[in-house]
T-cell receptor, first 117, second 113 residues
């Protein structure tokens, strides 16, 4: 079954330190995409970073990087130099293609990150 | 640049009343459109998605319906709201490119009393 698992309901990190948010996925499709989104208390879902299954290098976007380990089926998000504004819910998602060739995202349950001053 | 709008931002409705939430996208054409619901403290549940005008796919059987009367307009409706319809409703769009990244609107917080 296609599934996204985020095992950390809540995480704490000290300001200016790095933090890793875990995500494991399950799919038998050879082609898939992995996404991370941030949801602050305002509710809007903000796209952070994308990793394709055939990408050779780990994706990076500013302070965000995705530690992609294909054999272990993990796609952990690393946030470097944490800031107070990073406090939010973080969701991992996987793009799948269903029988009708329609593309949709499967979502994890999220990790709540709190950055302490 | 592309922007996505949702309204209203918040809504309080009595049980049994109708519902209409609207989502519009600017700056792109022929987008894929999505409606999600998020219960308090939970992940996202895909309700409907659309690949074109009049083309709606339903993911979860329920008392909600969706319509796409124009290319960049997506409407979520109900004839009679239930208490269980309370939640945070998010609209999203994606372009027809390989990554399928979805971009979200600000959301509508619906409370059914």
């Amino acid at each position: 079954a296609q599934k996204i698992t985020q095992t950390q309901p809540g995480m704490f990190v000290q300001e200016k330190e790095a933090v890793t948010l875990d995500c494991t996925y399950d799919t038998s499709d050879p082609s898939y995409g992995l996404f991370w989104y941030k949801q602050p208390s305002s509710g809007e879902m903000i796209f952070l970073i994308y990793q394709g299954s055939y990408d050779q290098q780990n994706a990076t976007e500013g302070r965000y990087s995705l530690n992609f380990q294909k054999a272990r089926k993990s796609a952990n998000l690393v946030i470097s130099a944490s800031q107070l504004g990073d406090s939010a819910m973080y969701f991992c998602a996987m793009r799948v293609i269903n029988a009708g060739n329609n593309r949709k995202l499967i979502w994890g349950l999220g990790t709540s990150l709190a950055v302490n001053p | 640049s592309q922007t996505i709008h949702q309204w209203p931002a918040t809504l309080v409705q009595p049980v049994g009343s109708p519902l209409s939430l609207e989502c519009t996208v600017e700056g792109t054409s022929n987008p894929n459109l999505y409606w999600y619901r998020q219960a308090a403290g939970r992940g996202l549940q895909l309700l409907f998605y659309s690949v074109g005008i009049g083309q709606i796919s339903s993911e979860v059987p329920q008392n909600l319906s969706a319509s796409r009367p124009q290319d960049r307009q997506f409407i979520l409706s109900s004839k009679k709201l239930l208490l269980s319809d309370s939640g945070f409703y998010l609209c999203a769009w994606s372009g027809r490119v390989s990554t399928d990244t979805q971009y979200f609107g600000p959301g509508t917080r619906l409370t059914v009393l």
